[in-house]
C-alpha cells in the first residue's frame, strides 16, 4: 500500500511516502521554520535522495504541504504522475483526547470531534487538522487516517491518570494525564516482544523513549498503565530544552519576582531549561557528551540529572506493574548511546537489569534491534530503533485494509 504521511509542527512540516509491503520510503520532505524569514523545504526522491530546496518564505505549514503535491506530481523523479496512486493518507496528529483512543478513519463526523479538541494541543492539532481539510479537497477518494500520539495511553486507570486538583478541573476542562509519544511505545514494545520471542500480552515491558523530547511508558500486558508524560508533553524527565517535572510553586514565584508573562514562563519551562538550561550551552546530548569530557562541571551535572530523572522512573514504573520482563531503549539517545544506557543501567543492577558491557557497545549495531543485558539478567534490556514516519504508515496500513 502506497502511504503520504504527514507529520504537521506547528511550525514544520515533515512527510514520507512509504510502500509499506516493501517497506520502502519513497520521498521525503521536510520544511522547518516555517512562518519565520529562514523557511525553508527540502524534498528528496528515493533511490538518491537528493534534496531539492524550494522557496517557502512567507508559507503557512498548510500551504507547505500543498507546494509538496504539486511537486509530487510535477517532478520527474517523482514515483507517482497522479495523486490518485497513493492509496492512503496517515496524518499524525497530537493530542486526540479522551475521544480518540485508536487511529481513526477521518469521515465528516471524526472531523466534529477533532475540532473540538483542538485547544488540547493549540500548536499543534489546528495545524494539523488544515492539513487534514486540505488532502480532504485534493484527494477526495482517498482515505486518510489520524493516528495520535496520546491513544496508546488511554488504557492508563484513573488513578494513574487523575491530577489532585479540584475535581472541577477535570470535569469542565478535561485536566488530566494524556501521555505523548505514543505510536513510539506501542512500537518499541512490539519490537521488544519480536526479539523476546513472546507474545506482547504475556509481558511486562518499560519503554523508554529518549530523545529531544523524552518519556518512559510502563506497558503491562501490551496496554500502557502508566507514562512520565502528563496533560502536556512538558510533565515527566528532563528533556533536551524542557523541565519536565518541577514543583509547580517554582513557576508563580519565579512569576512574581521578575514579573513574567505567562507566556514568557511557558517559553521558560518548554524551550529554555533542561540540558539547555543546566549547560547553558546546548540541548544535544551528543554535545554535551563532548563537553563533559573536557572537563565541562555544568555539561556532567545535566548528564547526572539526566540518568537519576530515567532511573528513577524505571524504578517507579518496576513498582507499578505487576511484572517486569524487559526495559526498552529507544529514539536518538536510546538507540545511538551507549554510554548514556550504560550510565542508567550501572544504577539498576540491583533490580536485575543487568548490562552486558560488550553487547552495549557493539560498533556497527546501531539501527540493530538487540538484547543488550547479560544471558541470564533477571529483566532483559533491549534497543530498538524507531521511525516515526513508518510507524503511521504501517497503523494507516492496518486501519485501512480492514475498510
Ligand atoms: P527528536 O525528539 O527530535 O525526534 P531524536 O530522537 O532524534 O529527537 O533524539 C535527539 C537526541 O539524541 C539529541 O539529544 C542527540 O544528541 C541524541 N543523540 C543522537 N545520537 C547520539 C549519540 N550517538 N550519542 C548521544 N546522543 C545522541
Known amino acids: 500500500m502506497l502511504v503520504l504521511v504527514v507529520n504537521a509542527g506547528s511550525s514544520s512540516l515533515k512527510s514520507q511516502l512509504i ?42 505549514v498548510e500551504q507547505c504541504l500543498a507546494k509538496l503535491l504539486d511537486v509530487l506530481v ?26 480518540f483512543t485508536r487511529a481513526t478513519l477521518i469521515d465528516d463526523e471524526a472531523r466534529g470531534h477533532l475540532a473540538e479538541i483542538e485547544e488540547l494541543a493549540p500548536l499543534h492539532n489546528p495545524v494539523a487538522d488544515q492539513c487534514i481539510d486540505l488532502l480532504r479537497e485534493a484527494m477526495p477518494n482517498t482515505p486518510q487516517v489520524a493516528v495520535f500520539d496520546t491513544a496508546f495511553h488511554q488504557t492508563m486507570p484513573p488513578k494513574a491518570y487523575m491530577y489532585p486538583l479540584p475535581m472541577r478541573y477535570y470535569n469542565d476542562y478535561h485536566i488530566r494525564r494524556y501521555g505523548a509519544h505514543g505510536t513510539s511505545h506501542r512500537y518499541a514494545a512490539q519490537q521488544a516482544a519480536n526479539l523476546l520471542r513472546r507474545s506482547l500480552r504475556d509481558l511486562g515491558l518499560i519503554t523508554c523513549h529518549l530523545g529531544n523530547g523524552g518519556s518512559i511508558t510502563a506497558v503491562n500486558h501490551g496496554k500502557s498503565i502508566d507514562t512520565t508524560m502528563g496533560f502536556t508533553p512538558l510533565e515527566g524527565l528532563m528533556m533536551g530544552t524542557r523541565s519536565g517535572s518541577i514543583d509547580p510553586a517554582i513557576i508563580t514565584y519565579i512569576m512574581r519576582k521578575e514579573g513574567k508573562t505567562f507566556d514568557e514562563m511557558d517559553h521558560i519551562l518548554n524551550n529554555e531549561s533542561g540540558i539547555l538550561g543546566i549547560t547553558n550551552e546546548s540541548s544535544d546530548m551528543r554535545d554535551v557528551l563532548e563537553s563533559a ?65 560488550q553487547r552495549n557497545d557493539v560498533e556497527g549495531a546501531i539501527g540493530v534491534n538487540r538484547i543488550i543485558s547479560i544471558d541470564d539478567s533477571p529483566i532483559k534490556i533491549c534497543v530498538v530503533t524507531t521511525d516515526e514516519e513508518v510507524r503511521i504508515a504501517r497503523e494507516t496500513d492496518n486501519l485501512v485494509s480492514q475498510l
Do not use: W
Not at 312 to 332: E, F, L, N, P
Not at 340 to 355: D, K, Q, T, V
Open 293 to 357: 569530557d573536557a572537563g565541562d562541571e555544568e555539561a556532567e551535572l545535566a548528564i547526572d540529572m539526566y540518568v537519576y530523572r530515567v532511573q528513577k522512573a524505571i524504578g517507579s514504573y518496576y513498582a507499578a506493574m505487576t511484572r517486569t520482563d524487559a526495559v526498552v531503549m529507544t529514539a536518538g539517545i536510546g538507540e545511538n548511546s551507549a554510554r548514556l544506557r550504560e550510565r542508567i543501567f550501572e544504577g539498576l543492577a540491583h533490580m536485575g537489569m543487568i548490562l552486558d558491557k
Open 74 to 99: 510535477e517532478d520527474p523523479e517523482s514515483p507517482i504522475g497522479s495523486l490518485d496512486q497513493i492509496d492512503a493518507i496517515g496524518n499524525r496528529v497530537v493530542a486526540g483526547g479522551e475521544y
Open 19 to 60: 510502500e509499506t509491503d516493501g517497506k520502502l520510503c519513497l520521498m521525503k520532505c521536510l520544511a522547518q521554520k516555517v512562518g519565520t524569514p529562514e523557511a525553508s523545504m527540502s524534498v528528496a526522491f528515493s533511490p538518491e535522495f537528493q534534496k531539492v530546496k524550494y522557496n517557502v518564505a512567507g508559507f503557512t
